[in-house]
Structures are given as structure tokens and as C-alpha cells.
């Protein structure tokens, strides 16, 4: 990195937008780029900031600090900007000495007192997980706590009308925790007609409910029904749910999850940090390492239903109403509702439950935490998804949101984060990439790639891959400690990348094409089409847009989405047409009804008087469905419906404001008001996304399709004077400059190929890139001369378990081929894992083809390769391919060629430890088929 601080760059890049791929850059006929300025230097070698982190797994405090200083250093030197501490360990369940050495004992604190001295060496950030493993927990509580997280219990009891009820009321049987359960409410209701206590969804008669709360004298209840009929007693209680973190126990005393709708969890948090982190001279090296405070996503997980003490004045004071005459329409078992009111529509209730959850979650939980870890000199960083809640605008709040490959449903998970981001004004969209189910040790780049390459499209601008583990744990067998594997005895989640496997021999490969995709995808502002406003802001469900995530994106339109409450941010104001004028510059405003309540004509009185605002302020918006009789999201009200009608009225008779009855008609709707995407493209699978800066436009381009290569030509409105194209080589650093169309066209059109999964990335300028070539493309239809490569030597350095955990020790065997078979038909190799090369000799006559490009061109291969031509190592190779550029490299008469290609450990695990591994596929590792140069 240059001198500048760490800190003072990233000063630097949010005040420039970094503009940083202007300066001149001369490129050699080799593919290397040649930086002629400090600043050119970024894209071919992009510094810490931009680069991918892992998130880093500890097995408790059992860990060395001079080792904690060694992966500090082996992660510095693979092209990796930081890691994300956490004491994750599903795999080992044995005790781990948590009293002496369990989060936050010393040998814990030793450890990340290690990491950040050696980080801040390194110029690397570190990130903190908010506590044990997850959900965020605190081993200073017990689950009677205040700030310990709680649980409404519902006890149901059966009443014939005929009998009178006389005696102590029902209550929950005590759990294995031992929680204390305290009386909350009673009430009792009428079943309806048909309807049973045993039915999974009960349905009673909302008039009959009655509350006996008053009713019960030193806990006995004296009541005979009025009404005749089958009847339930609800009765409530208020404990600690006494839910722990995952894979425990972390800590001695165990540790309970804390509250994170109060004030009182939050305190907790901090409470606990105060006591077991926080050593003065950890807080000085956070203070000058920075990084972020990390909370995973939010599961919390109950058999009852979620609460928080101060809940029902909370929401009285919110929501303008009791919730106690429709207290049994929010209660659940197993996360399922289990009563009903006859003939009412109890959706209008529990959004407003969740609506106060919501709040209260942002307000004691997120915002409190920012501003505590912001005052240590960490960001926050959160997973803002696992309940309901609003995790749009979540995302807004937090300083980085973050998705995850493993969970999220489809792209329009993304995009939901990507508009509660943008929203905020904020700049990062993180994503814990990478964990696959099953795969751990069998997991490829190629596969990793393919996941998540249409994810930098759909907003996502950083990495933090999972993960990193620590060398050795208690029970850990080769090749080392990994974090989930085995999980229940099976192989697990992957993956435990490092020097273990034998892909990270190629790993700066792999981190350059990561830095540089960061880099391009954090210049200046996004540019997106359409915000599509739905009206619950939850994340993770798999809800698209309609027409737009399909048809949409297949000609050039990008969007996200926002959340009604996101309309109060000061980031909701229009310019010159568009929302977020200074941000994502959205074009059009779409919503329809609620996707989540039957796609009803739902909406919040005081957003649709925000949209009104927005519409009067001139931008475009297209209304889906009939919003002629539109209905409260909450409670229903007759005279503030009466007003959202009126206001809806007035919104449908703007001539920027359309309405279309259906989905089917989006397209129509959209003509209507005539808004044009950004970009153009003939119908494809292919997604993108868009940074502009004061002097360029960036893109993205990924192919989304799994199988099929999609082939599009590309139109982009000249506008602001850039009319300078450049492609740029994420793989190589190289920049190059695209033929320029005429100077009298109205836009820069180009063509683009792309390979399954795929990427490419372009910038357009205002001022020509000094030094840089013209990509020249060939157009030719004739066939072009070939040469089948035979009389190979395939070199394998296998790699086999040594005498401890972490240790591999390394054979090397060779064996002559004619042709490339299938691995599985190398019956002498199949157990083996490690490193393949392949070499073999061939003549080239350069004079038959003077001015056609040479290639060479393979079948199949298996993930990772370095290719080497005439002893020189070629540059890095995009594992999408199965191609690559010789120019430069291949000379006249003899070549020797060597390509080495890397393998996962599945393999060998499946013969050395079978138990876990060996019902494994067999892995086709290397090179199979025909491999051929072509001119």
C-alpha cells in the first residue's frame, strides 16, 4: 500500500469516489499491465481496503499466539485485507476447557491482542463477532435476566360452558433451564363454531374474548362462561427463553442470548465486552486497527412466542392502541400462529406487532450498538435478517449490511440490502460468500465463482469468505481444525481454505479478481433504475419484483428494493426526476400490493403521504393493482382510511404517477411513463450494475445462466460527455480500449460474450486513458488451424496426512500420456489429492498465421490452473475459461507448455477418514479430453 495510512485512504476514497482507473496506463503485448502513476497501481494490485476478508474461525482460547500471528501473515500474504474473529467450533463436541480457555478468558484475550498487533503490521482490519458464536449472548446473565431474551408462553386449557372453573390457573410446566415463568394475562374466548382446541390454527370468536386478568385472586381464578359452547382459557407467561448460542457451551458460565428489542440486552452486550475484551491495550489496538463489530444473522429461536418485557406499552405508545383485546392473533408455537378470529383479517394486527418489534430491534438493538462501537473505533457490521422484521431499513441504519450466499433465496435477496444500503447513504454491501451444505473439502473456485459473481450484480461490493479456520482443535483430524466438519458426523459446511489446500498454491489468483471486482463496484455512487417499494422490508424471503427480476434484468433494467419506512430517510428527496439523487438515482418508483398479506391494497398512512410528496415532486411512478379502495397495513381505521383513500386519489390524477391493473401489464405501464433503463441490451441472461463518478461510468456484466453461454450487444445512451470506452481485465488488471463507434452515434454500443457465470467489467470516461492499446477482435468464420497437444507428462504432488493434525506431507509421482483421460480412468491417481501438472512439447509455425491470435483451448479441467509457456508463467487465469490468449508467450518452432492445475482434498479424505468423508463422490480432478493450440 502506498504511505498513506489505511484509515486516511479509505478518508479519501469516500470524499474522491476514487476516480482511481483514470491515470495513464501503458500495457504490454504480454497482458501484464504496466501502472505509470501511483494511482494506475490500484487497479492491477488493489490495496488492503478493497480487498476480500475471510471470516476467521477459533476453537475457543485455545488457540497460540504466535500461530494467531502466522495466520495473520498467511493471510496478508494471499492478497486478503482482513478477517472477522469468531469463536465458531460446531465440529468439536468435547469439552474445550471453556472455563479456562472459552471466549473471553484470557488465553482469548492474549490471542486477539496477537491479532491486532499483527494486523496493524500487515495493514489488515480486524473484525469482531459481538460475541459467542450467534445470536449475540452474554455469559453474565441467566435467562431471569433483564437483558436475557424472553418468551411469551401460552398455556391453552379446554372449558365446557356448563362447568364453572375454580382454581389456580394454568401455568407452563418449568423448564430444563429452569426459567421462572411470571403471570402475564389471562383471558379466555370462545371457539368457533367447528373449531376444536386441538386444531393446529384455532379459530374463536373474536367478540367473546374476555380478559380475567383482574379476574385471578392470590393466583386462583373463580369463572363460569356466560355464553354456552366450547371455550379456551388463555393463559400467559413471561420467561427467559433461555436459548444459548450455537455450538456451545463458549463459556463457563454458559452464555444466554440476550434481549434484542431492550435497552437492557444491548447493555448486556456492552457489559460483557467491558469485562472480558476490552483490556486497555486491546481497545488501543482496536482504536488504531479499526475493522467492524460483527453480528451475525438473527435467529432466534423459540418454541413460544418472541417477546420483550415492555413490548405492550411499547406498542400502545406506537400503534395508538391496545393489544391486548388481539393478543391471541400474535402468539406462537414453533414460530406458528395458532388462533384466529372467525371472519377477521388478523394480517392488519400482526403487522403492526412486527412493526413495533421492528422498531424497537432498530432503535435498543442496531442503532444503540452502532453508536457504542463506533465510540471504540470499530464500524457495525450486521446480518439484518432471521425475523421478520424490517431489515430494509436495517440495512439503511447499520454502517455495512451483509448478505449471504448460503441462505439468500435468489438475487432479490441482495437487492432488498442493496436498497436499504443505498438508502442510508452507505457505501459497503458485504456478503458472507462461499459456505456451501455438504462440501467441505470438495468445494472448487469454479464453484465459488459461479455463486458469487451474478451476486456483484445484484449489489454486492464486498467479500468475506467463509472461512478461514484456525490449524488444530481438540479431535481434529487431517488436514486440520475446520469449523463444520465434521457436523453431526458428516462432512459438513464448507469451507477451511488456507495453506491446507492445495488451490491456495494459486490463491492470489483468486484474491487479485476479488479485489479488483470490490474496487470497481465501490466507485462512486450506484445507478439504479427502479426502486421497487414493498411493503414489508424483509430480506432473505425469496420475493422478486414482479416482471422487472425476470423479464426486466434480461434487457438491461436494474432495480432494488425499500421499504416504506426508508421514505423517511433524508436520502427520500427527488431531483431533476429521480429518488436518491445523490445516491442510487433511481428512476421509477413501482409498488403493488403486499406480497406478504395476499398481495392486499395495503399501505402506511404516513408513507403513502410521503409518496405523494415524492410523486408532487416529480418522480415517475407506476401503481400495480387496483388502488381504488386501498386499506390500512395496520388496524383498520375508517377515518385514516378515509384519508389514505383521498391521498391515493390524488396520487393516481398525476400525469408522472401510473396505474396498471396487473403484473402483465408492467411493461405497458412503464412505455406509459417513458423511463428507459440506463443500459440496453438484446434480451439475455445477463445481469449487471452500474458506479458513476464526477468523470466515469463503471459496469459489471455477469452471465446468470448455469449452463448456457450468452452472447448480447450492448447500448449505452451517450450522455455527460463519456464517450471513452475501456474493457477491464479482472482477472489480469489489464486495461484496453474497445474500437469507438461513430462519433455521430446517439450511443456507445459493443458486443459481449460471456461464458457460464461469468463476469466483465468497462468504464466509460470523459477523457481518453493515455497509453492504453486497442483490443482488437477477430471476426473471422473460416475454421482456424489447430494442433492436438499429445505426449504429456502428468507430474502429481499428492498430498497425504503427516504426524499431526495440521501437518501434509507431500509425494511426488509421474507417469507419461498419450492422450488426457477422465480421472477416474487413472486408477493409480484417484486417491490422491493435491497438485497436477501437465507438460508436453509442440511445434508452432508463426508464419502460417501471422496475424491471427494463438490460443489454447481444453475440454475439461477441474478448477484452478497456472499456465507456464517457454518458461514464463502466463497471467492469471479466470477458472470460467477454458481458453487463453498465447500471444506474447508462443514462439517459432519448439514449445514447452505447463499447466498446473489444482485439486480439493476430497479424494484423499475419502480413504483416510471414511467414517465422515467416505460416502463422498469421487472428485474428477484435472485435465480430460483434447487440449489444442489454435491460430
Known amino acids: 500500500m502506498s504511505p498513506l495510512s489505511r484509515r486516511r485512504f479509505l478518508e479519501l476514497s469516500s470524499i474522491t469516489g476514487l476516480g482511481l482507473l483514470l491515470a495513464p496506463l501503458a500495457c504490454s503485448k504480454a497482458g501484464h499491465a504496466q501502472p505509470s502513476s501511483e494511482l494506475a497501481k490500484l487497479f492491477a494490485n488493489p490495496p488492503r481496503p478493497f480487498q476480500p476478508k475471510f471470516r476467521w474461525w477459533w476453537p475457543h482460547g485455545l488457540v497460540d499466539p504466535e500461530e494467531i500471528r502466522k495466520e495473520i501473515d498467511i493471510m496478508a500474504d494471499a492478497g486478503f485485507g482482513g478477517a472477522e474473529i469468531a469463536d465458531v467450533h460446531h465440529s468439536v463436541r468435547v469439552d474445550m476447557s471453556s472455563e479456562t480457555h472459552g471466549w473471553g478468558t ?19 482490519s480486524i473484525d469482531h463477532s459481538i460475541g459467542p458464536s450467534w445470536p449475540a449472548a452474554s455469559c453474565l446473565i441467566t435467562p431471569d435476566h433483564p437483558g436475557a431474551t424472553k418468551e411469551l408462553v401460552t398455556v391453552i386449557t379446554p372449558w365446557d360452558s356448563s362447568k364453572t372453573f375454580d382454581g389456580e390457573i394454568p401455568a407452563p410446566d418449568t423448564p430444563k433451564s429452569g426459567a421462572k415463568a411470571e403471570r402475564y394475562a389471562l383471558q379466555a374466548a370462545l371457539l368457533s363454531a367447528g373449531s376444536s382446541a386441538t386444531d393446529k390454527e384455532m379459530s374463536v370468536d373474536g367478540d367473546s374474548l374476555i380478559d380475567l386478568t383482574d379476574a385471578v385472586s392470590n393466583g386462583v381464578l373463580h369463572w363460569k362462561p356466560t355464553q354456552s359452547g366450547s371455550w379456551i382459557i388463555l393463559s400467559y407467561w413471561l420467561r427467559g427463553s ?22 437492557a440486552g444491548t447493555q448486556a452486550v456492552k457489559d460483557l465486552w467491558k469485562q472480558k475484551v476490552l483490556t486497555p491495550k486491546i481497545e488501543k489496538l482496536i482504536a488504531s486497527v479499526g475493522g467492524n463489530l460483527f453480528e451475525d444473522s438473527i435467529e432466534m429461536e423459540t418454541h413460544e412466542t418472541l417477546w420483550t418485557p415492555l413490548l405492550l406499552e411499547e406498542f400502545e405508545k406506537r400503534r395508538g392502541y391496545s393489544l391486548l383485546p388481539y393478543l391471541p392473533l400474535v402468539v406462537q408455537k414453533k414460530e406458528d400462529h395458532i388462533i384466529d378470529f372467525e371472519g377477521f383479517d388478523s394480517g392488519h394486527i400482526r403487522h403492526d406487532w412486527w412493526q413495533t418489534l421492528s422498531e424497537l430491534f432498530l432503535e435498543n438493538h442496531f442503532e444503540a450498538l452502532k453508536t457504542w462501537a463506533r465510540s471504540l473505533g470499530l464500524g457495525f457490521r450486521g446480518q439484518p435478517y432471521g425475523l421478520r422484521t424490517d431489515a430494509i431499513r436495517a440495512a439503511a441504519t447499520l454502517d455495512i449490511a451483509e448478505g449471504e450466499s448460503l441462505g439468500f433465496k435468489n ?15 452507505n457505501k459497503i454491501l458485504s456478503n458472507e460468500a462461499g459456505a456451501f451444505a455438504g462440501s467441505a473439502y470438495g468445494t472448487t473456485w469454479k464453484r465459488v465463482l459461479r455463486t458469487l459473481n451474478p451476486q456483484f450484480a445484484a449489489g454486492v461490493n464486498q467479500s468475506v ?25 458428516r ?62 434484468v434480461s434487457k438491461g433494467w436494474t432495480h432494488e428494493f425499500i421499504s416504506p419506512s426508508t421514505l423517511e430517510l433524508p436520502t427520500a428527496k427527488v431531483r431533476n426526476g429521480m429518488l436518491n439523487p445523490d445516491g442510487a438515482a433511481f428512476q421509477l418508483l413501482v409498488f403493488e400490493g403486499d406480497a406478504f398479506h395476499g398481495r392486499k391494497s395495503t399501505f402506511e398512512l404516513p408513507a403513502a403521504k410521503r409518496l405523494l410528496a415524492l410523486a408532487q415532486a416529480g418522480l415517475p411512478i407506476l401503481a400495480v393493482g387496483d388502488w381504488s379502495d386501498p386499506m390500512l397495513s395496520g388496524k383498520r381505521n375508517s377515518e385514516a382510511e378515509k384519508e389514505l383513500k383521498a391521498i391515493f386519489s390524488q396520487l393516481l390524477s398525476l400525469k408522472n404517477v401510473a396505474n396498471v391493473l396487473s403484473r402483465e401489464n408492467i411493461e405497458s405501464g412503464v412505455k406509459e411513463l417513458g423511463i428507459s433503463p440506463r443500459l ?14 464526477d468523470s466515469a461510468r463503471y459496469f459489471y456484466f455477469c452471465n446468470n445462466s448455469e449452463k448456457d453461454e450468452q452472447e448480447t450487444m450492448v447500448q449505452i445512451p451517450k450522455q455527460s460527455q463519456l464517450a471513452y470506452l475501456y474493457q477491464m481485465d479482472l482477472w489480469t488488471g489489464e486495461i484496453q480500449e474497445l474500437a469507438s463507434n461513430d462519433a455521430e452515434s446517439d450511443a456507445t454500443t459493443f458486443e459481449m460474450k460471456l461464458s457460464p457465470r461469468d463476469s466483465k467489467a468497462y468504464v466509460l470516461t470523459k477523457k481518453p486513458l493515455p497509453g492504453i492499446s486497442v483490443l482488437e477482435t477477430s471476426h473471422s468464420n473460416q475454421d482456424p488451424n489447430s494442433l492436438v497437444l499429445k505426449s504429456w507428462i502428468l507430474d502429481v504432488e499428492s498430498w497425504i496426512p503427516g504426524d499431526s493434525p495440521s501437518k501434509t506431507i507431500k509425494v511426488k509421482r509421474s507417469t507419461s500420456l498419450d492422450t488426457l483421460p477422465l480421472w477416474s480412468e487413472l486408477q493409480e491417481f484417484t486417491e490422491d489429492s493435491g497438485l497436477l501438472t501437465y507438460s508436453c512439447e509442440f511445434e508452432a509455425n508463426l ?21 507456464t509457456l517457454n518458461g514464463r508463467k502466463l497471467p492469471p487465469h479466470n477458472p470460467l475459461k477454458r481458453e487463453v490468449e498465447l500471444e506474447g508467450y508462443l514462439k517459432t518452432g519448439k514449445n514447452r507448455l505447463s499447466l498446473q492445475t489444482s485439486t480439493t482434498l476430497n479424494n484423499r479424505l475419502r480413504v483416510f477418514n471414511p467414517s465422515v468423508y467416505g460416502d463422498n463422490k469421487l472428485q474428477l480432478y484435472g485435465i480430460s479430453g483434447t487440449v489444442k493450440v489454435t491460430w
Do not use: C
Open 411 to 425: 438475487l432479490d435477496d441482495y437487492r432488498s440490502l442493496a436498497g436499504g444500503r443505498d438508502m442510508g447513504g
Open 491 to 552: 462432512t459438513g459446511y464448507s469451507e477451511a481454505w488456507g495453506p491446507r489446500q492445495p488451490s491456495w498454491q494459486h490463491i492470489n489468483d483468486i484474491s487479485g479478481y476479488f479485489s479488483r471486482v470490490h474496487l470497481i463496484l465501490q466507485q462512486g455512487q450506484p445507478q439504479v433504475d427502479v426502486a421497487f417499494l414493498r411493503q414489508k422490508g424483509y430480506a432473505g424471503s425469496g420475493f422478486g419484483a414482479p416482471w422487472f427480476s425476470k423479464i426486466g
Open 106 to 124: 484470557k488465553p482469548w484475550q492474549d490471542a486477539v491482542e496477537a491479532a491486532l498487533d499483527q494486523a496493524q503490521k500487515r495493514g489488515l
Open 465 to 489: 469468505l467463509h472461512g478461514f479456520a484456525y490449524a488444530e482443535a481438540p479431535t481434529a483430524k487431517w488436514p486440520g481444525f475446520a469449523a463444520f466438519s465434521p457436523y453431526h458426523g
Open 847 to 867: 508464419d502460417l498465421a501471422r496475424s491471427q491470435t494463438a490460443t489454447l483451448v481444453w475440454e475439461q479441467l477441474f478448477d484452478t490452473v497456472q499456465i
Open 242 to 263: 433461555a436459548q444459548q448460542p450455537e455450538g456451545g457451551p463458549h463459556t463457563k458460565p454458559e452464555s444466554f442470548v440476550v434481549d434484542h428489542f431492550s435497552q
Open 680 to 693: 440496453t441490451h438484446s434480451q439475455a441472461e445477463i445481469v449487471h450494475a452500474e458506479r458513476l463518478t
